[in-house]
């Protein structure tokens, strides 16, 4: 006892002040994000007072800034999500499916695995030449809505891959061999038993894939979306504009208006991702609680 | 012989949520001693053992009332920081939890965060010697502590905690992860270390209370069924159920 | 029930489809790797590789043009650098905080806010640092370019939090509840437990979530297309304009560069360099997070 006390000094009070002022100091750490995001939000809401009207959404590009709108920005943004998710969706569910419920523990099957890991690294503007290069030159599909949708969807479809792989990991093994024992295929149990539980993790999955795309600029920057349009696509090969290019030409020019409809088309891509984040969420939530009560 | 209680237990309750999981302890714990409780799973063993270094403070949710005195001073009262109880009261885990440093390292792990100003050397050698490690480790001090096998991790553990020089050693089921000839060292260190500090020990293992403890409280639901010499209780239990469960009726 | 032949055909049909869908993640590597080389082996006949590592000036438009890489990989350094001074002590500090310190209600309140700021595109990002940062920074320093790479790197820096936050997180999450305990058992404090314990158990994810952002940061581009300039230079000063290595190739896209001129090939050789530099980080960083993923 006594020789205990000579030898160790905790020196608690310190030791414990210290562990406060940090305690503050990786607290803030956190407030210095939240404070950013409503700087942010604060700041676009600002600038674009009194430019966001139904003028503004139903309007085409103009020299004017009071006369400009994003109506083909819109209508190319949808019709480029479109050609995403029919793309990236079904290849990126079938990819997961193969790697988890097919594929054999193998040397190649890692490398896939890899590769998908990478993919998912690889920075978007290298996406946009590779779209430029494969998709308007070499398949010569040109500048427009059809080479644009599929170079977002080579971009997204790692996404989607690796959310569809943890979704589907999460199915229970037992339920697989239930459906074995009762005399499934293989292609049936995916179909009918490992599919339907993992339905929520995937949607969640897609539609966070769909944000990403929704709201990237860089890969159309090489495919050529135009940033001056006065005619709503009619086809997938005609030419395109979406939100984020159009709001990346306003924010370039040095006109304080323009500043401030690219401010009003930033709002408007915002609400577009609140929008689709919500739904993600409502699904998931709805779908979450079904399982449950199976 | 005069008995010297180190750690007092007084109507110690904890919930968790709605549930209460220990309702009501009473219980001396000698010096010098080892006092091993017993008890079939989920009968609160594990609960009791952290309310004596307040590690139940780090569950979410417990709530603990009831008062614990540790040679008189009561560690549930609001002066005392739990910090300062762990630093007098030391553990040792079910699964052996070395960091994944130098078996050096390990030991002197504790007293680095306490500021120990003696010669470090010296006091890592004394633990390892104490925790029956010492020969077998000592050409490898700068080797992880990953190497050793279970039952060496397990002395290590023991080591690193005696390293702090507690008055009181807390093992939660200490030897459960362990195969036979590790658990028999382990068990040997235990019996040589009670000359020094009082030791309570959770045990699943019946034989094992038998072999080694002094005194030996049965636990079941939270609640104190029995606390006395080893030798008496398990010879001449008093209560109906301690003699169903020491004979393995249940449990 | 026997399964008749045609089951089994429509069985190994569906297998096909499913590894062909799969394989097809490894054709869009290969190929990336071969749209950049084919033009890049055009631009390398003309511009030798000793000049393209060598050379000290990136002047595509200049009589004689030149052609070195190295202003432009400064440039992209100099803005990553900022970003990660920003991002490292950030988000390694709200990692420790939600791992270690955070109540379960408080990090349920934090997570999504740093999710949202993750979620937020770039351009938006963009629009913040060219409208918001740079005059702030003006402001306190006067000499400051309208286009420099410490607004740039400030604001992908902050972009970067969440991402080191959750993947350093993730690691420290790792670290099993024991070796916790047994610090706590030995009278250590939080902070000590973190920063003796937790931390060196978890530094390969940490680190690698340090590379993963690094290389993220490499390769972002609406930011510094926006923020950072579009001048060329060897400086470590990031008050000045620069140019990074992205925001050359967003340069020579929006301007109408006939195909197979010089200049629309040195796209592809800058691009090729990107995709080196981003490709080997990731291909580290995944490593170490799949290594200790199997560890623990």
């Not at chain 1, 500043?259 to 689709?276: C, P």
């Not at chain 2, 540790?70 to 739990?82: F, M, N, V």
């Not at chain 3, 990107?274 to 170490?288: D, K, P, Y």
Request: proline letters at 5%.
């Amino acid at each position: 006892m006594s020789r205990r006390e000579d030898s160790f000094f905790p020196n608690l009070e310190g030791r414990k002040r210290l562990d406060l002022i940090f305690k503050l100091v990786f607290f803030s750490a956190n407030l210095v994000g939240l404070s950013v995001l409503l700087l942010l939000l604060g700041k676009i809401v600002r600038d674009s007072w009194g430019w966001l009207d139904m003028q503004f959404i139903t309007s085409f590009p103009s020299r004017f800034p009071e006369k400009a709108g994003i109506l083909p920005a819109i209508y190319g943004t949808v019709y480029l999500m479109i050609i995403t998710a029919l793309f990236a969706i079904p290849t990126g569910i079938a990819a997961a499916i193969f790697l988890e419920e097919y594929a054999k523990k193998s040397k190649f099957l890692s490398f896939i695995q890899v590769n998908v890991y990478n993919l998912a690294g690889i920075p978007s503007i290298v996406y946009g030449i590779l779209g430029l290069t494969v998709f308007v030159r070499w398949l010569n599909l040109g500048r427009s809505l059809l080479a644009g949708g599929l170079t977002m969807g080579l971009l997204v479809l790692p996404v989607v891959i690796v959310t569809a792989q943890e979704a589907i990991r999460a199915v229970p093994e037992s339920l697989r061999h239930a459906a074995y024992a009762l005399g499934a295929t293989k292609w049936q149990t995916v179909r009918y038993v490992v599919l339907p539980s993992a339905l929520p993790g995937m949607l969640t999955g897609i539609i966070l894939a769909l944000s990403r795309a929704i709201g990237e600029t860089a890969p159309l920057i090489p495919i050529g979306a135009l940033t001056f349009i006065r005619t709503i696509p009619k086809s997938p090969f005609d030419s395109f504009t979406v939100l984020p290019i159009q709001i990346y030409n306003w924010t370039s020019r040095p006109q304080a208006d323009f500043r401030a409809i690219a401010a009003a088309g930033i709002v408007v891509l915002l609400i577009v991702l609140i929008l689709m984040n919500s739904i993600a969420i409502f699904l998931r939530n709805k779908y979450q609680g079904r399982i449950k009560e199976i | 012989m005069s008995m010297e209680s180190v750690i007092t237990i007084r109507d110690l309750r904890v919930s968790y949520k709605d549930r209460e999981v220990l309702k009501g302890i009473n219980l001396d714990i000698y010096g010098n001693k080892i006092t091993a409780i017993i008890g079939p799973s989920g009968c609160g063993k594990s609960t009791l053992l952290r309310c004596l270094n307040r590690m139940i403070d780090l569950a979410d949710g417990a709530r603990v009332s009831g008062r614990v005195l540790l040679q008189g001073e009561d560690i549930y009262s609001p002066k005392i920081d739990p910090v300062r109880v762990r630093f007098k009261v030391g553990m040792v885990f079910q699964k052996p939890n070395p960091f994944p440093k130098s078996i050096f390292e390990n030991v002197a792990f504790g007293p680095r965060i306490n500021g120990y100003k003696g010669d470090l050397s010296a006091l890592v050698e004394r633990s390892l010697r104490l925790a029956g490690l010492w020969d077998e480790v000592k050409d490898r001090l700068t080797a992880n502590a990953y190497t050793l096998s279970g039952g060496q991790q397990q002395r290590l553990c023991i080591a690193r905690a005696l390293a702090l020089e507690p008055e009181v050693l807390l093992l939660d089921e200490p030897c459960s992860a362990l195969d036979p000839v590790s658990t028999m060292r382990v068990e040997e260190t235990i019996a040589y270390l009670k000359e020094r500090l009082t030791i309570v020990m959770v045990t699943h293992n019946i034989q094992q209370a038998a072999r080694v403890a002094d005194y030996t409280a049965f636990l079941l639901n939270g609640e104190l069924v029995e606390f006395g010499e080893t030798s008496r209780m398990f010879t001449v239990p008093k209560d109906k159920r301690t003699e169903d469960f020491i004979t393995g009726r249940f449990g | 029930m026997i399964k008749s032949g045609k089951d089994f055909g429509r069985e190994r049909g569906i297998q096909l489809i499913l590894a062909v869908a799969a394989s097809f993640s490894v054709l869009v590597t290969a190929f990336i790797i071969i749209s950049l080389f084919e033009e890049m082996s055009g631009f390398f006949r003309e511009v030798s590789l000793k000049e393209f590592f060598t050379e000290t000036r990136w002047s595509p438009l200049f009589n004689p043009p030149h052609y070195g890489i190295a202003p432009l990989v400064a440039g992209t350094m100099l803005v990553t650098v900022v970003a990660m001074i920003v991002s490292v002590p950030l988000g390694l500090a709200s990692a420790v905080y939600l791992s270690e310190y955070a109540p379960d209600k408080l990090r349920r309140l934090i997570k999504p806010v740093l999710e949202i700021l993750a979620g937020i595109p770039t351009i938006v990002y963009g629009y913040f640092a060219l409208t918001f940062v740079t005059p702030a920074i003006r402001a306190v320093i006067p000499g400051t370019n309208v286009f420099n790479a410490l607004s740039a790197g400030i604001v992908m820096g902050i972009m970067l939090i969440p991402m080191i936050s959750s993947l350093s997180e993730d690691a420290m999450m790792a670290v099993p509840m024991s070796l916790r305990e047994a610090a706590y058992a030995l009278g250590a404090t939080k902070l000590e437990v973190a920063f003796r314990v937790v931390i060196p158990a978890a530094m390969s994810g940490i680190v690698a979530s340090f590379i993963l952002a690094f290389s993220r940061a490499v390769g972002e581009t609406m930011i510094v297309a926006l923020a950072a300039g579009s001048t060329p230079k060897l400086t470590l000063n990031p008050l000045e304009s620069i140019q990074t290595m992205t925001g050359y190739i967003v340069q020579v896209m929006l301007g109408d560069t006939p195909f197979g001129s010089i200049e629309y090939k040195s796209v592809y050789a800058v691009a090729g360099v990107l995709f080196f530099i981003t490709l080997s980080l990731n291909l580290v960083g995944n490593r170490i997070v799949r290594r200790y993923k199997e560890v623990y």
